[in-house]
């Protein structure tokens, strides 16, 4: 019976030219790392910036103030955004729980 604490390991493979596994092998090793894991620490180092720039609203503060002031008093619907809305409920079935 497999428990919650069990994970289910995957291979990524990357193939690539012998001077570039050359490069990142010395690389891991100057880190004490083996090639692998230097290589998953280097892709989730990526994945992780690459994410947080798509995933996270950044805002000066002119612009915060100009959202906060948009949430705090949103303007009245107007009717191309209203055939919007009716759009999307007729293609989208929201109602649906």
Same mark, same amino acid.
Do not use: L
């Given at each position: 019976m497999a428990t919650s604490a069990q994970r289910k390991e995957t291979r990524l493979? &990357?193939?690539?030219? @012998? =001077?570039? !596994?050359?490069?990142? !092998?010395?690389? &891991?090793? $100057?880190c004490g790392a083996t090639l692998s894991q230097f290589l998953i620490d280097a892709a989730m180092e990526k994945a992780r910036t690459v994410i947080e720039r @798509? =995933?996270?609203l950044q805002l000066s503060m002119v612009g915060a103030d100009a959202l906060m002031a948009a949430l705090d008093n949103p303007p009245q619907a107007n009717d191309k955004l209203l055939a919007a809305a !009716?759009?999307?409920?007729?293609?989208?079935?929201?109602?649906? $729980?």
């Open positions: 493979v &990357a193939r690539t030219s @012998t =001077e570039i !596994q050359e490069i990142i !092998q010395r690389a &891991a090793d $100057h @798509t =995933e996270t !009716q759009h999307y409920k007729g293609t989208v079935n929201v109602d649906n $729980h």
